[in-house]
């Protein structure tokens, strides 16, 4: 059957336009991805609004592009410049940026693209096996389980938020529910919070929250703390660069570490709210560990094998991220709810359903994730110097340039200008909260989730004459709730410990 | 005062506007039999953003963060930004909103970009007339002409009558 899925897969990919689209997907994803300080989510939420019209499978194929185009130029950025676009690339940054400066910059970049390659390769590989079987499995879920794992998949973005930042990502996540709750509650057709606005009847929408707090808020923060000019970007690309070759002996050394970051990278990446940057870190920490001698040393310093895990670990884990996504149909992390806000713009609603329905989209999801990593190899990395150069783009044009389409980009949804001005003010106080160090990813995985909270509670109840049994009378259920009760208890044991040594 | 706390006050706030508005949602008729009212999860959401909240203003930072030095307080986090420019930025947004419909998309946006130039500095007014006028017209050629989305025409709407 899994063959078969392939194949279905395959044949949908490989068409002229498709291929054409994923080629097209990672290069504007490298290229927006490189920017200093717009990440995937903000690449993705980008490109949504243009995808739009375009065939279900033919905008999937290109988001897929797109995904791993911008992981790889967030990864570019810090080899270059030493600004990661987002949190799972600043691992990548610690050795990567030292090569760079030691005017191995082709090397480095190319060593990030083997690895992430690798590590996306072993990680598809995984979820071939690993998404049909749980998506079987998921089909006897009920209400009472998805609601669990809802709660799950809140708490988790939370508690692997990072040290000090737990009870942050709390208050992010319920605000993001709390905005999810605007609008025309859909089972019993009342409306709520609207403030008697007629704009607000429909709720708002996931794509204006994303344009706002990631990329408008991204590219606004740029301007308010200016970094890097574009005369450094130049100076890193043209003196810099070096040759793109990897040698033999050197692939050699880094072929245990990406082995073991891609196994690690996948598996971190399955559990909601750990993701890329956890694995990214983990997979750097376990090869820091692991080396010995001179190897050891060189660790921060320029090591190949401290470049290449932490890449190959964000691959595996950005793919092992759409096991929960495409046979639960619940994102883990803010790139893949951005990633599950594309898939529905073109129709598609991932979950158990979408294998057993749906099996040619479902397919064709897998199939261009690994299509988008491969064009990322082959033409790319090639492609990388020049793709490079065009970050020499003077910000003074790049940052309203990135305003536009992001405003734009909405306003073509809707046709409202009520959107624009929500779009600055969402923008505004996004910007407040980061400018507070509070996390923006939870904020949208809890408006993401609050909908289906909420449907999946209600339904519960109904099924079980309003009763609050399910939450332990069903086994799965209460297995998910345990596993939510330590995620949920161990760091704010942690927290609160953490907090209670500090004498003020 | 640390920047976490100032954060978690204007939660707070929120939270407790946002339960006295769920405690104020009409009851439908008919949900009594699940139990859960269309206020049920705003009520609950509202409790606990105020107890998170309050948990962050009571409690003494992590170690690791309370140092004001490392920029943790509310005044660091604000200082030695460029707001000026950020300021212009959201003013002309906003603008762009209010001009786009009566406008129309070529002028608002030609304005929109020129304006963002300028803000971020730009001083080349040959190129810049270049770039906002040449992106804007090939964006909404784009647009019009080959995905056939409508456009406001605004003031040029004598334009598509001809």
Known sequence: MVLEGIMTGLSTAF??????????GVFAGTFIGMLPGLGPISTIALMIPITYGFEPSSGLILMAG??????????????LLNTPGEASTVATSFDGYPLAQAGKAGKALATAAYSSFSGGTIGALFLLLAAPALAVVSLSFQSADYFALMVMGLTAVSAFAGKGQFLKAILMTVLGVMLSTVGTDNSTGIQRFTL??????????FLLLAMATFALSEALISVLKPGETSNAVETAVKEKFGSLKVSKQEFKEIAPSVGRSSVLGFFIGVLPGAGA????????????ALAKGAAKLQFGKGSLKGLAAPETANNAASTGSFVPLLTLGIPGSGTTAVMLGALISYGVQPGPRLFAERPDVFWSVIVSMYLGNVVLLI????????????????????????????????????????DIYLMVGFAACALFFRLLDFPMAPMLLGFVLGGLLEENLRRALLINDSSLSF?????????????????????????????????? | MRKDKVGALVILALSIVY????????????????????????????????????????????????????????????K??????????????????????SLGFLIATILFLYGGFWAMGERRIKLMLLVSIGVTVGFWFILTQLLRIYLEPGVLRFLEAN
Do not use: H
Not at chain 1, 196 to 205: C, E, H, T, V, Y
Not at chain 1, 395 to 418: A, D, E
Not at chain 2, 35 to 62: F, R
């Open chain 1, 277 to 288: 940057t956890i694995a990214s870190f983990l997979a750097y920490g376990m090869e820091q």
């Open chain 1, 471 to 504: 939450l332990w009378s069903r086994p799965i259920t209460l297995i998910i709730l345990v596993i939510t009760a330590v995620v949920l208890f161990l760091p704010l044991y942690r927290s609160l410990v953490e907090r209670f040594r500090f004498q003020p």
């Open chain 2, 19 to 78: 339960g006295a508005m769920a405690f104020n949602i009409p009851e439908a008729p008919g949900v009594e039999d699940t139990g859960v009212t269309p206020s049920s999860l705003p009520i609950a959401l509202s409790a606990t953003g105020i107890v998170a909240s309050l948990l962050i203003l009571v409690l003494p930072a992590p170690r690791r963060i309370d140092s004001d030095r490392d920029g943790s307080s509310f005044a660091d986090a604000f």
């Open chain 1, 66 to 79: 797109v995904y791993y185009g911008a992981v790889f130029g967030g990864s570019t950025s810090s080899i």
């Open chain 1, 379 to 418: 033409l790319n990395l090639p492609l990388i110097p020049y793709i490079a150069r065009l970050l020499a783009v003077p910000k003074p044009f790049l940052v309203p340039f990135v305003l536009f389409f992001s405003l734009i980009g909405v306003y073509l949804v809707s046709f409202n200008n009520f």
């Open chain 2, 80 to 101: 030695g930004l460029d707001w000026r420019c950020a300021a212009f930025l959201f003013l002309l947004m906003a603008g762009y909103g209010l001009i786009l419909k």
């Open chain 1, 196 to 205: 008697g606005q007629l704009d607000l009847i429909d709720g708002i929408s």
């Open chain 1, 15 to 24: 068409t002229f336009t498709n291929i054409l689209m994923v080629s097209l």
